[in-house]
């Protein structure tokens, strides 16, 4: 259980079977510096292109395809004291007759205090001069290789992870992903330091920070999108347009999951699902939108 | 500010111009009974047609087309120790490669323990012996007469409320609708003694209830979507297909109350909603779907 | 089989159970005067409001609900000189980052030449200074009334059709609505003199115009979705939001017809759709979209 | 001009930037064997995975990132006397209710008679004894090298082009492709010899062919999404879900088009859309839909 410290050299656009970064064994665990999702890194220096270059990928020793890569977050550090966000709402989360309200959008500055743990807007409107918000890091871009040789690019996402923009993936949460290539080829990055349900300014506080993470192989486990695990429940994520697909594809996977590993047919994982299931919008901006379907553990059988 | 007790004579299976049922003044609170959605009442005698019998409509004085009708949900009260659901997933929230999964859905029966607070299957598969849910009532269906002389079916909803199903309209709630019609005409129904978020089986477990609410005249404010408001949160909501239009709604809606009663601009309003955002799916199952925007008291500056 | 000749006193903004202005026999035929969408007559004076107000209703005598009421649509005659269009396209048929290269929608008179067959802007800019498109006249909202009571907004659609706006409802076409009140309770009006596909810009050219039609009761015939008719094929007609959910109504009612009328099971059916079917889109602006599901009758087994 | 006859010895499942296997000049014809959508050539061996493996790619000299590839399909000649189907509807263009009335899906063989231009059903089922369609082939797969190093499988599409499903890419039509890399790297297979629109069935008829095709490089022509022509019309194709994005794209591309190229404004080219515009549904069954912007020659100004 080695834990390794890793500065990338090469970001990457994409997802996909490029040259592993650094090998590693199931069950290490890596500190691992990220950009933020313009290449900026911890000092404002531009080390990689736009969309959410990605640190990695990292090969898990023994991973093959039809596996399951288990990746818990322990920690997610605030490297940088600024970040950034847009400005206005994104014009396709509003009806269309509003778009014309907005300015043209622009990048903002954020001011991150990690002790105190606020953010605030470095030049706010008069309005918000004393407004501030809580620092809850998260990972907005995360996965593993896809099949079939594919690379694609990191403004979006699928069943193997990518730009899901969640603000569930923070330090305590265990995220699974179904593996395609051998070593699952692992990257992460595009860390925000607050972002709401739905993304929908198209981005959190975008800044550099370093993850520490732990990837273990579950050999023979076999998923079909990414779940998720924390102290008090359990969550799958589906990631496509329109949310009612993203939705349809999170539930046909919590679904499998209860009847796979609960021991539940399906009228009663229905029962279950039909009166506890909680929603999340993860994003409702990037190319695929990422709908959550969580169930307390406390529901469960 | 009297306080009237009420039992429906003639239920509507619309919301519409329908002669009024009762007359209240604004301030007035109403105790009424209402029926389950299939029409069945607190001694289990159908008393009327599905789908979802209102009770009302309320004639609220001095209410006009313009203003806006509050609402506070008082109390729910259990009137009946039975409820049903449907007992499998509806089409729509799966894959559609996944439909086959289902056998024909069946209505199911519940046993709602209303001092206890759980709810519990009458005959539960063996998985789920001794699971139950907690009991936590909710307004189904609820709002006020369209305009334009329209009736229409209260399997649905739209601008006036209707058939939202979303598990937040509990005691303790302000809700907001606008009104379009002289005196508002007010129906409610379809209570639910629990609902997950999404209404994924078709149905919470429905049950005949007891509502308590008053019903209060906000003369010259108007509003576009029905808005809530508890103690620690503001919300709005929006009803339509798909989710994504739903989505646009709600937050156009709350776009326009910070704008309004908040003193933010277009820019403001955005990074308020843009880090703090939250969205709950109500229903995806009914004609229209409905989602929730939320944003905390505390979020506001 | 009387030939009726009849002019709107009241006309309607919403499609429901309003008392018959003219009751006529199965078979029956008539000619009636319809305004255009904003309640504009043959004059150019507003004699009723908008949206889309309806001339009707018409009681068929001897329609039940579970009946089919076939209309034939024999001439729709140009009564104005004049039509209207809005000047841009809508802005939810283009990307949401277009929607700001569009100045705010005007309404712009057209000059409509029925006896030429062409209608022409009546101020073009000047590289249209020479552009016109032919008159092919249509009805862009007609149907019958719905169920449960129900009056609707002539803004939308549904099974009883509804504001279709398709440019398919032409004379010679034969269109079937589904009976749900005793008398069908038919509406019409809303004619365009020429509109693409889509509607996409809110509107055809709105012209007020004189519709002759013949109404015919098919006792016992059951159909879900309007369905049509012409010399060289036959169609169906699904009304929702998204377009997916349209083309699904559309789709699976077409699927009916030729599984209950033309001796094919699910196999064969698909064969025969699955080579054969055509789709236009209707339209793609009202609160309801429009998908029509064609097949050509030399493709029928 | 020189003519090339291509055999590939490699298929791809990606659309990427894959090795060249072919250089050619801009200007040049090429005749190409193509595998069926499940990698079957024209003996009926399998010589490739699915889905859609490609022939290619073709490197067109002098193509670089900004400029438009004009693809000419001269011929689409059918290699074998056989083609393949799915013999159900798939379940995602019907009612979720009606999923459930077929049976599984299986694979169905055809009878190609390219000389009697008619295909058939091998076995067909009694009610479809006599039946057959037209041979109409059409390419179902083709496309250039996404841009950021991407490889994309074959099964879906975007603004590079890919499995787009539209019968309309038939020999005639000129089609142009956004340059993203180096000598634009060309794909193309998937050929049916009949399609229905929206290929609802999930497939047209699958076969093997040898597409002949002239590659020509619009230097410094910068375009959005593939683009086409004939001799009567001009279209624009987009690529996604919802079929509303899809539309959206579609539309703003014949917008961006009618602007640049037409000498119209957003009003004028409104204008001629607006009441010009026809829709053709390409696919609605890959992971994106595909939706075709038409505008008659005779309709431009």
């Given at each position: 259980m080695t834990h390794h410290s890793f500065t990338p050299q090469t970001l990457h656009n994409s997802i996909g079977s490029?040259?592993?970064a650094l090998v590693i064994a199931s069950g290490d665990t890596v500190t691992a510096a990220t950009a933020d999702a313009?290449?900026?890194d911890w000092r404002g220096v531009e080390i990689a292109c736009r969309p959410n270059p990605m640190t990695g990928p990292f090969f898990i020793e023994g991973a093959e395809p039809g596996d399951t890569l288990l990746v818990t977050i322990r920690d997610i550090r605030m490297t940088r004291p600024t970040g950034w966000t847009f400005d206005v709402l994104s014009p396709?989360?509003?009806?269309p007759q509003a778009v014309h309200r907005f300015p043209t959008r622009r990048k903002t500055e954020w001011l991150i205090d990690a002790a105190a743990g606020r953010a605030r807007l470095a030049e706010p409107p008069p309005a918000l001069a004393t407004w501030s918000v809580a620092v809850e890091p998260m990972i907005g871009c995360f996965g593993v290789a896809p099949d079939m040789g594919q690379a694609i690019s990191t403004a979006t996402s699928g069943r193997y992870g990518g730009n899901m923009d969640y603000r569930g993936f923070r330090p305590g949460v265990e995220v699974m992903f179904p593996v395609s290539v051998p070593g699952a080829l692992f990257f992460l990055g595009d860390v925000h330091a607050q972002q709401c349900d739905g993304e929908i300014v198209g981005t959190g506080i975008e800044t550099a920070a370093e993850v520490t993470f732990t990837a273990r192989v579950m050999k023979g486990q076999k998923i079909g999108w990414p779940r998720g695990m924390t102290a008090i429940e359990i969550f799958t994520i589906g990631n496509a347009r329109p949310l009612d697909q993203a939705l349809q594809h999170a539930t046909t996977e919590m679904l499998d999951w209860l009847m796979a590993d609960f021991g539940l047919d399906a009228v009663a994982a229905s029962h279950v699902m039909g009166q506890c299931v909680r929603y999340d919008v993860?994003?409702?901006?990037?190319?695929a939108y990422s709908v959550v379907c969580r169930v307390a553990r406390a529901a469960l059988p």
């Open positions: 490029h040259a592993p313009h290449g900026f396709n989360v509003v009806d993860a994003n409702v901006f990037n190319p």
